[in-house]
């Protein structure tokens, strides 16, 4: 089909590409009919561009639609060459003083929180570097696509609207100026008519919705029968769903329909199959049937190919109207005009309100055009925005139910819009007043609630996810309302007073369905069957405080408003009340000569509510008119005398005794629900507008009535009346112990009671209650949470009630209070209150919750005792009541009170059984202790005729009346100071006392009689002193007696050890040899330490006892025992590479031999150092592996470690490993006992003779290749092979080592060789022997960079763990050749040798420059004892070690001079001035003669030298490590100390010559000829040439990427980055490679890759290409790290950005500015230097299980 296709296609582009956009304009400029033209042309031309496949050509297409459909009207608007005309008018304009650049999604957006008008005001990243705000305090947020930048609307901040680029251009922005005067008449014209007829084309094609034909005037003559099958996007199905249904229906692959989904999430619509009607009919009718089960089906049509054509040019259209109006402001107002133009049908017509009213109707593509064409020009035109705006509220209502139907998120729909428009004042007021906006939006929201009970309340279904996501959507109207109340106004106009009185009016409807709704009654008997609805209930009060207080806010501005507000108010809550008094009969009750009526009301009987709303409304205005004074200026315009104060307080108090009969266990069978609603209640996020309104009700009902009185009916609710009012019930109760649970219940609820009177006196700190200021109640409130502990920044926010702009005002007082403590490498920066600010806490401050409480008492007292003073907690100095709440106080000294506090008193003197308890009597002297403060307070504050009416003193000092003759509180207090029992508050009631005293001084003074010392005061104060005397007795006894144990228990210690001294010295022995300190062994003089060759240093073998973690055995390590060994992990790493593109082909076939020095992929291995037996350890891993079976019956999710690859965690301290690595002795001593001859030969004589033998041992494996053919002339040959002299090639040694250690080496040697190359585990492979040699060097590189990195000496302390490891390795290594093939790790060596000595029989060996030469030296000296055991003429193994040493230093140096840069500043020196500058200058010209003059010219010697000198210093130390560890040579002494280059003790330890050149001057004969070949080997010549790069030394150290130090920087770069696979899409999780810095689109579809047959994310992937295998990574958007190792294996760790309080950010949801720290990242980086990064993730999977269950392959 395609082929036939093609030549038409091409035929139809060729006639397309003909036509000439100028004629065609020529021939529109002439027409009559102008529309008609159009269409015309539009009809015959779309769809022969658009559509013409089943798969979409984007390119092309929008090349031929410019061409052909968009270059006539380009020509007709300008009347003459668009690219001529466009600039000319982008001349004529001004530019724009807005920004208006609409975001993208993730791109960083910036609210600065100091002069933003509200949170909605945001700055695009270039904005905001260019504006004032980036010294302030700003919020830092990543945008969901869709909102603009704010810069240059004034009425968005407060100051500073402008950034520097747009400052310039609102200089003449004073006077508004008609943009259409910089156009020419006709222009204006011409826009006018073209913009008319695309507009209305654009918008009747994209609400068109017929699927089959087209508007008449665009209906084709020849119509073909070609349709599309178009699958809508929805909310409700999920990706996977789609994928499968697709693959069914259209029988695509996987990719393709995971391509389809990627699409149709995107644009909201893709067309999934092309053909004729039937065939795309079919298709639909499967993806229904497919998607209907669950829920409604997925949305297809089936269109045909010329109406999905012109929709597509529609939104081409619109995108290029939004691109041409940018060019002159004088357009942009010609379009807005058009767009919201009447049509000829009246209202609603204009295309504008055609579009907003089929929003719903439109797929996510289209929508998002739209909406951007409206933001880029209704919105930035400041005369249109406003009548938009006001159409906008016009059709609120239908689009707010629209989008309450639709399935789309907010952010494509157009409701979405209203965050544009009512966020901006003057709008807002505009559309208050104009269009009674705040009516509309509330009363919208009541439709949408249309359940109700009788009487009329809020009624919500049970609370599902359909639920739950359609009251979500219902709830964007609140946040509406919100955005309309968030600027409040300044000056009121009497319009705007009437409509927001209206909307208040509207408000209380809305509040009035919520008092009383969700009404519970206690359960009795059984337990509650299914817990009521309550969710939905709190979310609507959740989401209706911020607008709640807005609304009193508003009130509080305006004098008359506020008073209508409270008269209003007041009548709804009248009615409210209506209902519910009058069935019930009154009840009078009295104590103490008082009486009041009340009605008979019980809350554990009777149905109760905690939403009330109205009372809580009313409540906050009555603190308004006492903080506006109102109250005292027009006291006759308010109503307060009508006000029955117990109708006020009723509801609230029985609220609140709710909540002391859940605390109680009242209501235990009312079950979850209930428990909720009551922890939300006091929750930080709704108290403000519920629990502490309800306390402000009940002190504006106290301050009215007579405190008597209110107490009666606080106690009749409480359920307490009868307790109180029966005087003898402590005697009745312990006569008859009734039940303990009553008693309980009862002494709960007495002292919640308690409790609530404290909070109603000593709650003064809201503005308006109290004389304080909004500040002094923020400082209050951090007070008390620091009270509690130290807390972080975002705690302390997290702790204090946010305000509509999401601000708590804490930073404004913190540094009063608190002061601020640095984190450290770990943890976050902590608050600590100032200790001066203790003196304010209160131990009954009413946001406590019952655990912060006792924390913080503990705390306190804690303090205190620190500071040696006494224990009391006395209630602190409290700030005076407002003149309207002033007569709350007298609560603390009526009758009742009293009565109360004395019956609690004589309860605790009397001590009856159990009704009563500490914590009453606590409460009880904390009242007591308040009312002096205050009395104390009134006193000193006392003005000279006023009559002090508070005589708290006098009151509690009289005894009682006359029939039953009660001693005073006074006296029961004092007779309570030596109670015994009370130990814990006699602190307290001696501070209560004292204040008595001080008190009763201040009264004396004032009435000018002579001062008394009372006796009373005398004999306290001697009570006191001796008190004091005696504690301190006390506390000297037991020190001293604490002194005399610890003394003892020190002797006993020292007899033992002096008993055991042997065994003791013992484990001293045992611990030296396990971490194998020889230095201080007395055999070892003091001479220098030489760490290999004939001068060896010989250390005494040192016995090693090793004790086995898992059967607690001890034994000793010898050659013949059980084996040994230490747990290990093995991985490929890229640490220290310095190429990592290179990848293995084919590992099959690939040769390790050779390291290439750039390290590009290396092995290393790492232990934890814990021993085991072997036989123990095999057991231990048996058993993982069966469990593992079992588990994989029983679960899916993943371990933590992988047992299939031989995985498993150490038993002692759970490290992840994968092979254990056996405990050896040093294996050099073991294949040295052999007669050694003195005279050592030369290195010339040495390689001369390894060369002959290599020669025969070549000669014999070529014999045996061909042996088999005739073995008789074999026999003959041998005779006259030159064997040399002692060698006897069919020697085999015998192995030394026991069977459990062989096998424990091929374990280990097999596992490395599996692992490096990632291949399966074959122990006979020849490649394994050279995969133990260079794990070996590669893990002592390693830790040679690290040391060096943070310079540490070389043999400083090392770990033990990293000291055992590279010992166990290094033995290893080392005696590995004896389970390998012989004639395998022969041949190995002679191949190695031939790479430095050159030998005819090898081809393609790798030049100089291409040879790590410590990975060659390892595999050399660990391949000699294979040959040197063959060799009986006396040349003992460590000379071989010592020239295979001087030879392999002797290249590498002549490495360096090659690569080697010629210092720039060629600091000539003139004359070499000393020997080693003189030997290098010569041997550089000796390479320059046998290069032939290719290298190039030299700088200095001196230069020369310290560039070698450099060089070789990793590879010296490097060797230093390798021959301590194998040789067991203690290191000497210097190098043990931190210090400068010691390379002159290197060299030592090393048996080099210091100078190193001398090395060439000795073997000259030799090294001469060595030289010369290495030089003509034609890499090298390529190399000097200048066609090939080369390692050169000392090779860098490899850091993870440098970040930025502001992290805004990243997201923005992350913002720019788009997805590399699915065409300019943003990816969604843009994630940073920390150790290359690439980005990647990580977690989504679109970049899924196969690896390993499966299909993986594009982190994993990226760490098998970057890392092989782990991988460390910065989750941008999300501000997390992401260590990754292998598929199944991840961890998230803490980033190294803080904000300024010292706290990460992980999810950016605090958006405060964070900043790197430098300590955290190297953190980081040092974790991947030393190859923990697979460690920290097992113990990060092991601590934390559900990290397992993430499939970290996918991201």
Request: aromatic share 8%.
């Amino acid at each position: 089909m395609a082929s036939e296709l093609e030549p038409e296609v091409q035929a139809t582009e060729r006639t397309l590409l003909e036509c000439s956009a100028e004629e065609t304009a020529a021939k529109w400029l002439q027409a009559t009919d102008l529309t008609k033209e159009v269409y015309q042309h539009l009809a015959h031309y779309v769809p022969k561009i658009y559509c013409r496949g089943p798969n979409p050509f984007p390119q092309k297409e929008d090349m031929l639609a410019q061409h052909v459909l968009l270059g006539p009207m380009e020509w007709y608007l300008c009347g003459e060459d668009p690219a001529l005309g466009f600039p000319k008018l982008e001349q004529a304009n001004k530019p724009s003083h807005l920004c208006g650049r609409v975001f993208k999604v993730g791109e960083p957006t910036y609210s600065c929180r100091d002069c933003a008008v509200d949170p909605t005001c945001v700055l695009c990243m270039e904005c905001f570097l260019g504006s004032i705000h980036k010294d302030h305090r700003y919020r830092m947020t990543t945008s969901g696509g869709g909102g603009f930048c704010d810069c240059g609307d004034t009425e968005a901040w407060k100051e500073g609207p402008f950034c520097q680029k747009h400052e310039l251009n609102s200089a003449g922005m004073e006077v508004e100026e008609d943009p259409l005067v910089h156009l020419s008449e006709d222009v204006i014209a011409r826009a006018y008519n073209i913009f008319a007829i695309i507009f209305q084309y654009a918008v009747e094609i994209l609400t068109w919705e017929k699927e089959s034909e087209l508007p008449a005037d665009l209906e084709m003559i020849e119509k073909s029968d070609t349709y599309y099958c178009m699958l809508f996007n929805d909310e409700v199905h999920t990706y996977e769903q789609v994928i499968y249904t697709l693959q069914k229906a259209v029988n695509c692959t996987q990719k393709e329909a995971i391509g389809f989904a990627t699409t149709v999430d995107r644009d909201g619509r893709r067309s999934v199959r092309y053909g004729d009607f039937q065939y795309c009919d079919q298709a639909k009718s499967v993806i229904v049937r497919n998607t209907s089960r669950q829920t409604k089906p997925l949305k297809v049509q089936v269109m045909h190919s010329s109406i999905v054509a012109h929709q597509n040019f529609g939104l081409k259209l619109l995108s290029w109207l939004g691109s041409i109006i940018g060019y002159s402001d004088g357009l942009r107002r010609i379009l807005c005009q058009v767009g919201l133009q009447e049509g000829p049908d009246g209202e609603n017509s204009s295309l504008v309100d055609r579009l907003m009213r089929t929003d719903s109707k439109l797929w996510k593509g289209a929508r998002s055009v739209y909406h951007q064409l409206f933001m880029s020009s209704l919105l930035m035109d400041l005369k249109y925005k406003k009548l938009f705006a006001v159409r906008f509220a016009k059709n609120y209502e239908r689009l707010q139910s629209d989008y309450v139907t639709d399935d789309h998120d907010r952010e494509f729909s157009v409701a979405d819009l209203s965050v544009q428009i009512f966020t901006v004042p003057s709008l807002a007021r505009m559309l208050i007043t104009e269009e009674n906006l705040m009516t509309t939006i509330i009363k919208t929201f009541m439709d949408h609630l249309k359940q109700r009970d009788a009487q009329g309340r809020f009624q919500f279904e049970r609370y599902t996810a359909l639920q739950a996501f359609k009251f979500r959507r219902v709830q964007s109207l609140i946040l509406d309302l919100k955005y309309v109340l968030i600027s409040k106004p300044t000056e009121w106009s009497d319009e705007l007073r009437q409509k927001f009185l209206e909307g208040f009016d509207a408000f209380l409807e809305l509040l009035k369905c919520m008092q009383g709704m969700d009404p519970i009654t206690r359960q009795v008997g059984q337990h509650i069957e299914m817990e009521p609805e309550w969710e939905a209930a709190f979310t609507l009060q959740m989401k209706l405080t911020h607008v709640i207080s807005m609304m009193q806010d508003w009130c509080a501005l305006d004098e008359k408003v506020l008073i209508e507000a409270y008269k209003k108010c007041l009548a709804v809550l009248t009615q409210c009340h209506g209902g519910f008094t009058d069935g019930e009969q009154p009840v009078t009750l009295s104590i103490c000569g008082h009486s009041v009526e009340t009605i008979r009301y019980c809350v554990s009987q009777e149905k109760v509510s905690i939403h009330l709303p109205i009372s809580r409304l009313l409540a906050g205005l009555h603190v308004l008119l006492s903080k506006s004074e109102v109250a005292y200026k027009f006291p006759e315009l308010l109503p307060l005398s009508e006000l029955s104060p117990p109708m006020l307080i009723e509801h609230p108090l029985r609220c609140l005794v709710l909540c002391a009969q859940v605390h109680a266990g009242m209501w235990r069978r009312n079950g979850f629900s209930l428990v909720n609603q009551i922890y939300y209640y006091h929750n930080v996020k709704c108290r403000r507008e519920m629990f502490d309104k309800d306390i402000v009700m009940l002190q504006t009902g106290v301050s009215m009535m007579d405190p008597n009185h209110f107490l009666m009916i606080m106690l009749s609710r409480f359920e307490l009346y009868q307790i109180f009012s029966s005087p003898d019930y402590g005697k009745r109760l312990s006569a008859e112990i009734t039940h303990k649970d009553v008693v309980q219940q009862n002494n709960t609820l007495i002292e919640e009671m308690l409790y609530l009177i404290i909070m109603l006196v000593g709650e003064r700190y809201s503005p308006g209650v109290g004389q304080v200021s909004a500040m002094d109640e923020i400082k209050r409130e951090i007070i008390h949470q620091l009270s509690i502990k130290p807390m972080a920044h975002s705690e302390l926010v997290k702790s204090l009630p946010e305000d509509e702009n999401k601000e708590t005002g804490m930073e404004s007082v913190i540094e009063a209070v608190a002061h601020f403590r640095k984190p450290g490498l770990t943890g976050r920066g902590m608050y600590e209150l100032k200790p001066e600010c203790a003196k304010e806490f209160n131990l009954y401050f009413y946001h406590f919750s019952r655990a912060e409480q006792s924390k913080a008492e503990e705390a306190q007292r804690k303090l205190k005792r620190q500071h040696r003073e006494d224990s009391a907690l006395p209630p602190p100095v409290l700030p005076p009541f407002c003149p309207l709440f002033a007569s709350l106080v007298n609560i603390l000294q009526s009758d009742v009170m009293l009565y109360i506090m004395g019956t609690i008193l004589r309860w605790a003197v009397e001590r009856h059984g159990y009704a009563w308890s500490e914590s009453m009597l606590q409460r009880v002297l904390h009242l007591i202790g308040m009312a002096l403060q205050e009395e104390k307070q009134h006193l000193e504050n006392a003005v000279e005729e006023h009559v002090l009416t508070f005589t708290f003193t006098q009151k509690i000092s009289k005894p009682g009346e006359a029939p039953n003759n009660s001693p005073s509180i006074l006296a029961m207090l004092e007779t309570l100071q030596n109670a015994p029992s009370l130990e814990v508050h006699k602190d307290m009631i001696r501070w209560i006392l004292k204040t008595f005293n001080t008190i009763k001084k201040l009264r004396e003074s004032s009435s000018t009689s002579p001062v008394v010392e009372t006796e009373g005061t005398i004999m306290e104060e001697s009570t006191r002193d001796k008190d004091k005397a005696e504690r301190k007795r006390k506390a000297e006894i037991a020190r001293l007696r604490r002194e005399k144990i610890m003394a003892q228990m020190s002797e006993m210690q020292r007899h033992f050890i002096d008993e055991n001294r042997e065994l003791f010295q013992q484990t001293l022995e045992l611990d030296a040899s396990a971490s194998a300190v020889l230095d201080s062994s007395p055999m070892v003089s003091d001479t220098a330490l030489t760490a290999l060759g004939p001068a060896q240093t010989q250390v005494p073998e040192q016995r090693q006892f090793v004790t086995c973690i898992l059967c607690q055995e001890e034994q000793e390590v010898t050659e013949e025992s059980r084996a040994m060994v230490l747990a290990a992990f093995i991985q490929r790493s890229t640490v220290l590479s310095k190429n990592r593109t290179k990848f293995i082909q084919d590992p099959e076939k690939y040769d390790p031999l050779f390291m290439h020095p750039d390290l590009s992929c290396g092995t290393h291995t790492g232990s934890c150092g814990h021993v085991m037996h072997a036989h123990c350890w095999q057991r231990y891993f048996d058993s993982v592996q069966a469990k593992e079976q079992r588990r994989q019956q029983r679960l899916r999710f993943h371990t933590s470690y992988d047992v299939e690859s031989g995985e498993f965690l150490c038993p002692l301290c759970e490290c992840l490993s994968n092979t254990v690595i056996p405990l050896l002795l040093p294996p050099r001593s073991i294949f040295n006992r052999r007669l050694i001859f003195s005279d050592q030969p030369s290195l010339a004589q040495w390689i001369r003779t390894i060369s002959q033998q290599i020669k025969a041992l070549l000669v014999l494996r070529k014999e045996e290749s061909s042996s088999n053919a005739a073995t008789s002339k074999n026999s003959e040959n041998r005779n006259e092979l030159e064997l040399p002299e002692g060698f006897k090639p069919n020697f085999h040694p015998k192995n030394p080592y026991s069977d459990s250690i062989k096998e424990m080496l091929t374990t280990f040697g097999t596992a490395t060789y599996k692992v490096g190359l990632k291949v399966h585990p074959n122990e006979e492979d020849p490649r394994v022997p050279i995969m133990c040699w260079g794990s070996c060097a590669y893990t002592i590189q390693s830790i040679e960079r690290i040391l060096s990195d943070e310079d540490k000496p070389l043999f400083g302390p090392l770990p033990c763990r990293l000291d055992d490891c590279l010992r166990s390795l290094t033995r290893f290594a080392a005696a590995h050749w004896t389970v390998a093939s012989l004639p395998v790790v022969q041949g190995h060596f002679c191949k190695l040798f031939a790479a430095l000595v050159p030998n005819d029989s090898y081809e393609d060996l790798p030049c100089i420059l291409d040879i790590d030469m410590f990975h060659l030296l390892v595999g050399l000296v660990l391949a000699l004892p294979a040959l040197q055991c063959q060799d009986f003429s006396g040349i003992s193994l460590s000379t071989g070690d010592l020239h295979i040493f001087h030879l392999v230093t002797m290249a590498h140096i002549v490495q360096i001079l090659f690569t080697s840069r010629p210092e720039e500043n060629g600091m000539d020196q003139g004359n070499p001035t000393s020997e080693e500058e003189s030997a290098v200058l010569s041997l550089y010209r000796m390479l320059q003669q046998y290069t032939g003059s290719a290298l190039k010219a030299t700088a200095s010697g001196w230069h020369l030298w310290r560039s070698v000198k450099a060089g070789i210093m990793p590879f010296l130390k490097c060797s230093a490590l390798f021959f301590h560890y194998l040789n067991g040579v203690p290191s000497p002494p210097d190098l043990q100390v931190p210090g400068t280059s010691h390379f002159e003790h290197l060299c030592n330890y090393l048996s080099l010559p210091t100078n190193l050149f001398g090395l060439f001057q000795e073997n000259r004969e030799i090294m001469n000829s060595l030289i010369e070949s290495w030089c003509h080997d034609s890499e090298v010549k390529r190399y000097l040439r200048g066609e090939r790069d080369a390692i050169s030394y000392p090779r860098g150290a490899n850091k993870l990427i440098d970040l930025p130090e502001d992290y805004s920087s990243l997201i923005n770069q992350a913002s720019n980055f788009s997805c590399p696979k699915s065409g300019g899409d943003k990816s969604r999780a843009p994630t940073l490679c920390l150790v290359c810095g690439s980005l990647l689109c990580s977690q989504s579809y679109c970049c899924q890759t196969e690896l390993e047959g499966e299909d993986v994310g594009a982190c994993t992937a990226h760490t098998y290409s970057c890392g092989s295998g782990a991988g460390i990574f910065l989750r941008v958007r999300e501000c997390q790290v992401l260590f990754l190792a292998g598929k199944t294996k991840g961890c998230f760790y803490s980033p190294p950005y803080l904000d300024d309080y010292g706290e990460t950010d992980q999810g950016l949801r605090r958006g405060n500015p964070l900043h790197l720290c430098r300590e955290r990242f190297k953190k980081i980086q040092k974790l991947w230097q030393q190859h923990s990064v697979t460690e920290e993730i097992g113990h990060a999977q092991e601590a934390n299980q559900t990290l397992v269950g993430i499939d970290w392959q996918h991201l």
